[in-house]
């Protein structure tokens, strides 16, 4: 029996739990013997001028090695600054490597200091010295439009990015109903339990080896590359256990290459952690869109045309943040058969720290937008919100499916994922409980909120179709390597790359050993975001595995003298044998010891896969205290076919959690002058084990055709569908009190304002 | 100062800054990499340790405070005969992923389970409610602590 499909548990975990990982902190390395500590200044106002920096103090107190700003990036061995990451982006927004005359936002850097201890860096930073004449923030994004508070004067704008939308109301001519309003998708702090961490050190032959906590390697060596402006042979990035990334550890960020260049300039190897209160201002922040969504039909159920117009903010230097929207555009429709899309967006810079993606990046938006309108629409109209869904879904009978926004849909069944969903609760039961409460008026009212979705993953390649590659070697020891452009922060590659090898050569699992994130090892690889690994890193992984074995076969064939169509694999001994006769067989390890026995693959896929759900969350809501709990939430998650339901489960319950604290709990917010009100954990309301039910997960497979493993993605699934599933119960909890929309996170007193303001006071 | 303390049932002397944190006692001074340190206002838990078997978080902690007390980190709870019964309910479970918690998170559980050997699900959820973890939603954690205090009965 296959491996594949099975229940297994990890096999890093023992290491893990008795040990724990090597987080980049953690590293002991020869390299490193000597190690000074960086730490950095940073700007505590959002905008203004910088009048003078003075860093004599810092650097005559105890420890310090040395101490960089601005000044000290100019001429020759310097450092450029940081254009934006798209070459579409408004010119004239580049980021300087230390802040010179402006600063942007509260976290900008100003200095770097080096000391020989840690605590040394943070006694001394207190002794810089900045002026700073503040200037007006831009805070609002819907006011940066404006253009009245430039944060870059020179570009003349702090419009980064926009797609043009016509917006011709005919379109809605001919609808019963249409209903208006603005949402608020807000801005959130991605919070990996590690924070950023990185390691550098040039060696003598002038290579710079740097470990970082990072998703992508490669993507981080190319930004260092570029950062540094050095030739590429002389980077190498080395990627440690990382303690979580969700989208905001892509790439290689400023403070990265800082480290990397003051290594250089001082000639010492570095270490630089942030901490977390650096961090949750440092480290790039997700979502954060202004929608306004225009939806119209008819009485009898039909949607007939949709409009979303984004308003991205994409905080102080354009990043991936300011692209989100295109996300947001190709999944506008969701999963409904709406052939008349309007869409258009504008990203724009405010004074705060930048935004890039966060689990889901631009999707969750764009599920958020279209769920949210489908319950406005059913509310106005006066039919069950299950029901208009129903009336609107794609059929399966329609893939592959070119959506208005241009995606091209692989595969799919979302009504018989609603209906699973809805028949699990047994949804006419709970609305017959709801109306029970209400004609008592309970004081603790049933919400009950539905979405169904569907999202893009292992999306494209700049270049062209996504691909990924992967080596498989077998050793004469009977042991095997695995090298993958793909790289873990929690996901389990470990186990599921060593599971897809093992099934076809029998070799355990125990003797499989994958290795990843080195770039003198593996030169190329696209990292893990987006929830590509799987499906292309996974299967460049099995491709190669199925390689090895034919050139096994070819091998064994001679050696065996025997036909090579005779030959089958015998997994049990990890074997090649002659099919009936067992007693004819010679092994891998044999084979490999004979001859190296190695396969690089590169997969390329046709195309995104389009992996979707439904959601049902129910909640409890006081009317008099405003609080709204999660009472239970179903879901339905079909990403392909499962390779481990372990492993795919703990990535559902994951985004399931992160979706529910959207919807329940968690803003990163900011004060009218852009101060961060929520930069330590005692702010920002990280979801904790009290705020979540235990989840109900329901299992449905439709496999991509696009790949022979038939796998989607599943990484980010739960904070595309439990988000708007959880704010609509929150809002269908309060509905008979006149309640339509209330804003996420549905705090206590959002859910009691909008009932006072539904109700005049009387509820 | 000169502190004594028992790490892992390890007697050890060291000479250290009276303002030197305990979870960067263990980390620097003893080299026990594992208590992982997660954020500077005692909110995540990740350092969670057991100072004399009740745990603490190992930041809200000096090291001089731990002087003459035993200090037990994971890397001290697998025995001779394998896994602890917690660390092995981690793995069945899946109650890890990224693994950053995880050393807070088992230690935080042992404590609680040495308190209340038979806890229900929302003792566990209240008991490990100053512990957090981003990636499994606490789903598995819950039911691992369950599983560990089952095992105990069997």
């Keep these: 029996m296959s491996i594949l499909g099975t229940r297994v548990v990890r096999t890093e975990d023992p290491l893990f739990l008795t040990r724990g990982a090597t987080y980049t902190d953690d590293l002991v390395d020869e390299r490193l013997r000597g190690a000074a500590y960086v730490t950095f200044v940073r700007s505590p106002i959002a905008h203004g001028r910088i009048t003078s920096i003075d860093t004599s103090a810092a650097a005559g107190a105890p420890g310090v090695v040395a101490v960089f700003t601005a000044a000290d990036t100019e001429g020759d061995g310097g450092l450029s600054p940081l254009p934006p990451p798209l070459p579409m982006f408004t010119k004239g927004m580049d980021r300087p490597p230390f802040a010179k005359d402006t600063v942007r936002f509260v976290g900008d850097i100003i200095a770097a200091i080096v000391t020989e201890d840690r605590y040394q860096g943070e006694d001394a930073a207190e002794l810089v010295d900045v002026d700073i004449d503040p200037l007006p923030a831009v805070v609002d994004p819907r006011k940066a439009l404006d253009d009245e508070v430039l944060l870059f004067p020179e570009a003349g704008t702090n419009t980064i990015f926009t797609i043009p939308g016509e917006f011709d109301d005919s379109v809605f001519d001919d609808c019963d109903v249409v209903v208006t309003r603005e949402i608020v998708n807000q801005r959130l702090a991605a919070a990996p339990m590690e924070v950023r961490a990185s390691a550098a050190v040039w060696g003598e032959d002038g290579r710079l080896t740097t470990w970082i906590s990072n998703q992508a390697a490669q993507m981080a060596k190319a930004a260092l590359v570029a950062a540094l402006a050095v030739d590429a042979d002389k980077v190498r990035v080395i990627t440690p256990d990382t303690g979580g990334g969700f989208g905001a550890k892509i790439g290689a960020d400023l403070e990265v290459c800082l480290v990397a260049w003051i290594a250089g300039k001082i000639g010492r190897p570095l270490r630089w952690v942030e901490t977390r209160s650096e961090n949750l201002v440092g480290m790039t922040h997700g979502r954060d869109q202004v929608q306004t969504i225009k939806i119209g039909g008819n009485r009898d159920g039909k949607v007939l045309a949709y409009r979303l117009d984004v308003i991205q903010d994409s905080g102080a230097y354009p990043l991936f943040g300011a692209l989100l929207p295109a996300l947001t555009f190709s999944m506008a429709t969701g999963v409904y058969a709406i052939d008349r899309l309007q869409f258009r967006s504008r990203s724009v810079a405010t004074n705060k720290t930048s935004v890039a993606a966060y689990r889901g990046a631009g999707r969750p938006e764009a599920a958020a937008a279209i769920e949210r309108a489908m319950d406005l629409f059913a509310a106005e109209i006066g039919m069950d919100p299950v029901e208009v869904r129903h009336r609107n879904l794609l059929p399966p009978e329609v893939f592959p499916y070119k959506t208005k926004g241009g995606s091209l849909y692989d595969s799919g069944d979302y009504a018989a994922a609603l209906k699973m969903v809805t028949d699990e609760v047994d949804y006419p039961k709970l609305r017959q409980e709801q109306a029970e409460r209400r004609a008592r008026g309970d004081v603790v009212q049933l919400g009950i909120g539905v979405s169904v979705y569907v999202e893009v993953t292992g999306g494209g390649d700049e270049s062209g179709a996504p691909k990924e590659n992967a080596t498989v070697e077998v050793h004469p020891d009977g042991t095997v390597t695995v090298l993958t452009g793909t790289s873990p922060h929690g996901q389990g590659h470990q186990t599921a790359w060593s599971m897809l090898v093992s099934d076809q050569l029998g070799i355990p699992l125990d003797r499989i050993t994958v290795k990843y994130g080195d770039t003198d090892l593996i030169p190329e690889g696209g990292g893990t975001m987006g929830s590509r690994s799987l499906q292309q890193g996974g299967v460049a992984v099995h491709e190669a595995t199925t390689e090895l074995v034919q050139i096994a076969k070819a091998r064994a064939a001679e050696l065996l003298e025997a036909n090579v169509d005779d030959l089958v694999v015998d997994t049990d001994r990890a074997a090649i044998t002659v099919a009936g006769v067992p007693t004819t067989a010679i092994t891998f390890a044999q084979l490999a010891e004979k001859e190296k026995l190695s396969v690089r693959k590169v997969f390329t896929a046709p195309g995104a896969t389009f992996p979707f759900g439904a959601h049902i969350a129910i909640v409890e809501v006081d009317t008099e205290s405003g609080k709204a709990e999660l009472r239970r939430i179903v879901t339905v998650d079909d990403a392909g076919t499962i390779l481990n339901p372990l492993l795919f489960d703990g990535q559902r319950h994951g985004g399931i959690a992160q979706g529910v604290a959207q919807a329940l709990y968690e803003e990163v917010l900011y004060d009218d002058d852009g101060n961060p009100l929520t930069s330590t954990f005692a702010a920002y309301p990280f979801l904790s084990a009290t705020e979540v039910p235990s989840f109900d997960l329901l299992r449905m497979q439709t496999p991509t055709p696009y790949n022979p493993l038939g796998a989607k993605g599943i990484g980010e699934a739960g904070t595309i569908g439990a988000t708007p599933a959880v704010q609509n119960a929150v809002v269908d909890a309060v509905s008979h009190l006149g309640v339509r929309h209330i804003e996420m996170p549905t705090t206590p007193e959002r859910v009691w304002t909008a009932i006072q303001d539904a109700t005049g006071g009387q509820a | ?154």
């Design chain 2, 1 to 154: 100062m000169k502190v004594e303390i028992a790490v892992n049932g390890e007697k050890t002397t060291d000479d250290v800054e009276p303002r030197l944190l305990l979870a960067h006692y263990l980390r620097e001074v003893r080299g026990l990499k594992a208590t992982n340190i997660g954020c500077d206002t005692s909110s995540c838990g990740a350092c969670t340790v057991l100072v004399d078997g009740e745990s603490v978080k190992s930041c809200t902690v000096l090291a001089v405070q731990a002087d003459g007390r035993q200090v037990s980190t994971v890397e001290g709870l697998a025995g001779d005969d394998g896994l602890h019964p917690v660390q092995r309910a981690f793995q069945q479970e899946h109650a890890l992923q990224c693994g950053f918690c995880t050393p807070g998170m088992v230690m935080a559980s042992v404590g609680l389970l040495s308190e209340n050997p038979h806890p229900t699900e929302q003792e566990i959820r209240e008991g490990l409610e100053g512990n957090f973890c981003r990636c499994t939603g606490y789903h598995n954690i819950v039911r691992a602590v369950r599983r560990a205090a089952e095992g105990a009965d069997a």
